[in-house]
């Protein structure tokens, strides 16, 4: 195995043997055989050593065990421990979830305080193909049929290639020593009920099963290299970033099978709902789909992705008659002046005397109507903005500015409200600028 692991880091990651590394061990067989291989290859590496405190004793001699394995291999060992049920219980994570948050978490922190420049796991050739089966089973897509990546940012998996059985080989051949989690002989967990009960039958159906397996992966990596580059040509066609991230539905709508293409484009924002995702183009303007983190949008031909807003603003913010200036929620200024210019859209002149004091400003509410300047008698806020073929997210984000007797003044930034204009009696003109 060590010829072979030798070669296999010479052809795929050549760059290990001029970097400084990080290798996650356990303790266990897998671990530990990886920390063996990176001693013989005389690589620059320190171990990093978890104590979940999910096995009490045990695994408070796992951290002793890892600690004189350092000592042997004369490199550094990190090591931390974690109240592993207390953080799941918080964080509303099962305890697996919890572990990996705080493995991971606690890694790039090592790496960041001690420069390293790659973290080394042990996966193989088994934890792939029970991935992969569990992947199966949650109905997962192309990505998720390709398995563990080997390398995954700053992670790598040097051992993916090789199966439980050489890994447990070399140990005999090389009388290394590991810790043995009597979890793992549990089935009440998938991946072991998938280790001991089913990857068996498959390796009866086919002795060759894990070659055979990496094989396939191998092809499927490649057919998803090539769809991947397919998608991402049309992800360029019909995205638009100028501010905000919209989806061209006119252009999206060309093609077949857009829940795929909505998939790929959408993927790394958390969305569940594909079926809703994609029958957003052809939902009413207005419709929306949220995700954890994202919330996207139909508003005529286009999507458009925001981050989800954890509270809406509902403040409403005070403007006294003597200030000249604000700069929250947005900037406005307020000029007495002797001669009336002309209303634009980030600016208005009003009759001062017509105001009641105190000014505010504020979002919209239901039933918000002003007389737009410009136009003859009412409107209704929501139709004015209808009109305007604003998106739900510019009338979300718009400000009125109001009288104390809550009539609006003033749609920042679009139209001023006629009952407040300047008229041939007027003494007092008011100049509202947003800059």
Partial sequence: MLEKFKHHITKNFPF???????VAISG????????????????DFSLAHCNFKL??????????????????????????????????EEKSLSTQMAARELRYKWFEKLCTDNTYDYILTAH????????????????????????????????IRPLLPFTREEIEQFTITQNITWREDESNQSTKYVRNKIRHKVVPVLEELNP????????????LKKERKVLTQHLDSIKKEVC???????????????????DVYLRHILNEYNFTEWSNVADLCTAQSGKYVLSETHRLIKDRDFLLLEKKKENIDITTYEITEDVCEIVNPLKLKFNNIHEVGINSLNS??????????????????????????????????????KDEKMSLLEKENSWLLCDATDSIVWVVGKRADSRFCVGETTNDILKITRS
């Fill in 55 to 88: 096995r009490y004793a045990d695994s408070d001699k796992d951290a002793v065990f890892v600690k004189n394995l350092a000592e042997h291999l004369q490199v550094q060992a990190h090591s931390i421990e974690f109240d592993t049920l207390l953080y799941s």
């Fill in 348 to 385: 208005i002149y009003v009759d001062k005397a017509l105001i009641a004091y105190p000014l505010t400003l504020r979002k919209k509410h239901k039933g918000d109507v002003f007389y737009p300047f410009g136009m003859k008698g009412k409107k209704k806020l929501s139709k004015y903005f």
């Fill in 240 to 258: 638009i970033f100028d501010g905000q991230f919209k989806i061209d539905l006119k252009k999206l709508l060309r093609y077949e099978d857009v």
């Fill in 124 to 155: 193989h050739t088994n934890d792939n193909i029970e991935t992969v089966i569990i992947n199966l089973t949650r109905g997962a897509s192309l990505h998720g049929l390709t398995g563990i990546p080997e390398i995954n940012s700053n992670i």
């Fill in 208 to 219: 060759n099963f894990s070659a055979t397996f990496n094989q396939h992966l191998a092809y």
């Fill in 28 to 43: 266990g067989i897998d671990s530990v055989v990886l920390a063996h291989l990176c001693h013989q290859l005389e690589l």
């Fill in 16 to 22: 290990l043997k001029e970097t400084k590394l990080l």
